[in-house]
């Protein structure tokens, strides 16, 4: 699979909607790997600038990310009922809590304008996060040339990828950084870790792997490479990389103390998502039951504190998604960590080579 896109290197480099950027992805593409947009969080007509701009920066494959939520289900009861929760925090910044939420992301499966995009730029790969769309949705995607990648956290949501024709399989252990790709964050979670989820997945399905969650060096990659793994997607050892998009306070939290103790939580967009422990991750505490209105609606009460805060200087409440890995990352421009990675990955077969047979 990575022969036929003219990648090189087995590592992808993750989507990151909000933190990835063309200019990350072209460098990461240009120096072997699988670079990747994530354009869920904007509309087609952002999306197509984004991938003007990557398309004027390689002429290698890259990959686009979409989301495929399910539809939120709106409750003004319970919206009303989280910022009323929410306005203490917003009066600490001398910021008005919002009057109403809306539904800021538009699922991939609801979006014409979007599917119509794809379909006339032929992006290399399109991978899909949360789900799956319609099959004639997929039945026209392929059609077009355009791999598709799909996430699975559990053997179930893979084999229903691989019953859709998705060419591979993003096995994405609990790790990871970001949102959980569940297909539906309400059901039963096993919380399966990287290495655990990639073999059960290498073993049970017939569909190429990628290892997704935790991994950040070339170590990580040999090893998700020996579990059968055709690849590994990297998102935290990328992030604080001068092409992403994290912001000052990101990239601080990044090398601090919350780095150390990741935590996984849905207060601040309404879906499972893994992130630097910070003053928004430590609500989990004093929520007393309440749950968020759902992604994405819950996702607009987080931004707007985040905005709130962030204009009096506290970062605290930023959506800091990183993986376990954390304290493992690196500040390296992107190629410069690609090159590292590949090398350290280089060193690992070396050392495994069977004396003689070097």
């Not at 494959?61 to 009922?81: L, M, T």
């Not at 306005?87 to 009057?99: G, Q, R, S, T, W």
């Not at 609990?174 to 297909?183: D, K, L, N, T, V």
Request: charged share 20%; glycine share 10%.
């Amino acid at each position: 699979m990575l022969d036929k896109l003219g990648v090189s290197l087995p590592i992808v480099q993750a989507p990151m909607a909000g933190v990835s950027t063309p200019a990350l992805a072209a460098a990461v593409s240009n120096a072997g790997g699988l670079g990747s947009i994530g354009i869920g969080a904007t509309d087609a007509a952002g999306a197509s600038r984004m991938i003007e701009e990557l398309r004027g920066r390689t002429e290698r494959a890259f990959n686009v990310n979409v989301f495929v939520h399910g539809a939120a289900i709106a409750d003004p009861a319970r919206e009303a009922a989280w910022l009323e929760w929410l306005a203490p925090l917003f009066a600490e910044f001398d910021a008005k809590v919002p009057a109403t939420l809306h539904t800021i992301y538009k699922s991939f499966a609801d979006d014409a304008d979007m599917l119509a995009l794809l379909l006339a730029t032929k992006p290399a790969v399109v991978s899909l996060h949360f789900g799956l769309p319609p099959s004639e949705t997929i039945a026209a995607l392929k059609s077009a040339g355009i791999t598709l990648f799909a996430t699975a956290t559990s053997l179930d949501e893979a084999r229903k990828i691989e019953a859709a024709g998705i060419d591979a399989i993003v096995a994405q252990g609990i790790e990871a950084g970001g949102h959980r790709g569940m297909f539906d964050p309400k059901a039963p979670d096993d919380g399966l870790g990287t290495f655990a989820l990639t073999r059960q997945l290498v073993r049970h399905t017939n569909v190429p792997v990628i290892a997704a969650g935790g991994i950040m060096d070339g170590a990580g990659i040999a090893a998700a490479l020996d579990l059968g793994a055709v690849a590994a997607q990297l998102g935290t050892a990328f992030v604080p990389c001068p092409e992403s998009a994290a912001d000052e306070g990101y990239r601080k939290a990044l090398i601090g103390e919350g780095a150390y103790h990741t935590r996984l939580t849905h207060l601040i967009s309404g879906r499972p998502a893994r992130a630097l422990a910070n003053r928004f991750t430590a609500l989990h505490e004093l929520t007393s039951g309440r749950h968020p209105p759902d992604y994405p609606i819950a996702y607009d009460a987080g931004k707007a504190l985040h905005a709130a805060a962030k204009a009096k200087g506290e970062h605290g409440f930023g959506a800091h998604w990183a993986g376990q890995g954390a304290p493992l990352a690196r500040t390296l421009r992107a190629a410069e960590l690609v090159a590292t990675l590949a090398r350290e990955l280089a060193d690992v077969r070396k050392a495994h080579v069977p004396a003689g047979l070097g």
